[in-house]
C-alpha cells in the first residue's frame, strides 16, 4: 500500500526566507511523486512532479523538490518566500503510469511580513 | 481553456437527506476522479472513472454514495443519505489519459448538520 506522511502541520515562514516542507512515503518500488499547492477557496495546482531521472526537480512559482529513495523522502524547497505562497501544500504519491493518487495531510504555510 | 466545473459550490443539508454534485472536466480528457477532502486531511479518492467506465471504486461507500458518468463527460456524484462525517469538500479532476496530469475543480463544500 502506498501511504504519505507530511510530518508539520503549520509552518510559519518570514517573506523572503527559505522554506522546506517535509514528505515522507511508503511505496514498494519508485513511485511517482507530487507536490500540489491549495490555496483557500481553490482547487489543487500541480506545483512539480517527479517520475526519473535528475532527483532535483524544478517547478513554477519557483519551487524545487529533491527526491531521496535511502530516506524515502521528496521535501519541498523554495528559497525566498512570497506573501502569495500563503497557502497549504499537499504531497502526494501514486503508482508508475498511473495518477490514482494517495495525498498527505498537508502542510499550511503562513508568511509573515 | 476552461477548466473543470463543479457546482454547487456550498451545500448545507441536515443528516439523512440526499445531495448530488455535478463535475464537467475539461474538454477531451477521458479520465475524471471524485476526491473527499475532510478538514484537516488529504484529498482521498472515491472513484475513478475512463470513459463512462468505473476503473476503480474500491473507497466508495457504496451503501451510501453512488457516482456514475454516462456519456463519458459530465459526471454526478450522488450521498444518500448523507451522514455527519459527510462533511468534505468534494474534489473533482480529470486528465487526458489515465497517465495523465490531473488538473483539479475549486470543490463542492458540504455541510451535514
Known amino acids: 500500500a502506498q501511504s504519505v506522511t507530511q510530518p508539520d502541520i503549520h509552518i510559519t515562514v518570514s517573506e523572503g526566507a527559505s522554506l522546506e516542507l517535509r514528505c515522507n512515503y511508503s511505496?514498494?518500488?519508485?513511485?511517482?511523486l507530487f507536490w500540489y499547492v491549495q490555496s483557500p477557496g481553490q482547487g489543487l495546482q500541480l506545483l512539480l512532479k517527479?517520475?526519473?531521472?535528475?532527483?532535483l526537480v524544478q517547478g513554477i512559482k519557483g519551487f524545487e523538490a529533491e527526491f531521496k529513495r535511502s530516506q524515502s523522502s521528496f521535501n519541498l524547497r523554495k528559497p525566498s518566500v512570497h506573501w502569495s505562497d500563503a497557502a497549504e501544500y499537499f504531497c502526494?504519491?501514486?503508482?508508475?503510469?498511473?495518477?490514482?493518487?494517495?495525498f498527505g495531510a498537508g502542510t499550511t504555510v503562513t508568511v509573515r511580513a | 481553456e476552461a477548466g473543470v466545473a463543479q457546482s454547487p459550490r456550498y451545500k448545507i443539508i441536515e443528516k439523512r437527506q440526499s445531495v448530488a454534485f455535478w463535475c464537467n472536466p475539461i474538454?477531451?480528457?477521458?479520465?475524471l476522479y471524485w476526491y473527499q477532502q475532510i478538514l484537516g486531511q488529504g484529498p482521498k479518492l472515491l472513484i475513478q472513472?475512463?470513459?463512462?467506465?468505473?476503473?476503480?471504486d474500491s473507497q466508495l461507500p457504496k451503501d451510501r454514495f453512488s457516482a456514475e458518468r454516462l456519456k463519458g463527460v459530465d459526471s454526478t456524484l450522488k450521498i444518500q443519505p448523507a451522514k455527519l462525517e459527510d462533511s468534505a469538500v468534494y474534489l473533482c479532476?480529470?486528465?487526458?489519459?489515465?497517465?495523465?496530469?490531473?488538473?483539479f475543480g475549486e470543490g463542492s463544500r458540504l455541510t451535514v448538520l
Open positions: 474538454s477531451g480528457h477521458a479520465t
Open positions: 511505496y514498494g518500488a519508485t513511485p511517482y
Open positions: 517527479y517520475f526519473s531521472g535528475d532527483t
Open positions: 472513472f475512463q470513459n463512462n467506465g468505473v476503473v476503480d
Open positions: 502526494a504519491v501514486g503508482p508508475p503510469r498511473d495518477y490514482k493518487l494517495s
Open positions: 479532476a480529470s486528465s487526458l489519459s489515465l497517465s495523465g496530469e490531473l488538473f
